[in-house]
Nanobody, 121 residues
């Protein structure tokens, strides 16, 4: 059974950094493309970072390009999102997910509980 557990969120001031973690179970992140998504209050969920292929080329939403970095540790079966130069508009609940190869489309797995990121100005 696929399970994703996100952690690492918190409250920071604008310009600060956070590193989110996503521990996966029920599958191997070395064999699946992974992505990070976020959902701000009252808005639709959006993709912010993903791999094209498992552990391969990375892709970012324009709004986070140059500030966020997705990475993974296959030995720990964990995916990370390093977030630097945070802005108030980055405030959202963040989720990780398996995504279809070379797309932003998440696979129909159950979403984890997410981790809240709040950035104050």
């Amino acid at each position: 059974q696929v399970q994703l557990v996100e952690s690492g969120g918190g409250s920071v001031q604008a310009g600060g950094s956070l590193r989110l973690s996503c521990v996966a179970s029920g599958f191997s992140v070395s064999a699946d493309s992974m992505g990070w998504f976020r959902q701000a209050s009252g808005q639709e969920r959006e993709g912010v970072a993903r791999f094209g292929r498992p552990g391969g080329t990375t892709y970012y939403a324009d709004s986070v390009k140059g500030r966020f970095t997705i990475s993974q540790d296959n030995a720990k079966n964990t995916v990370y999102l390093q977030m630097n130069s945070l802005k108030p508009e980055d405030t959202a609940m963040y989720y990780c997910a398996r995504v279809y190869l070379m797309t932003w489309k998440p696979k129909p797995d159950r979403w984890g509980q997410g981790t809240q990121v709040t950035v104050s100005s």
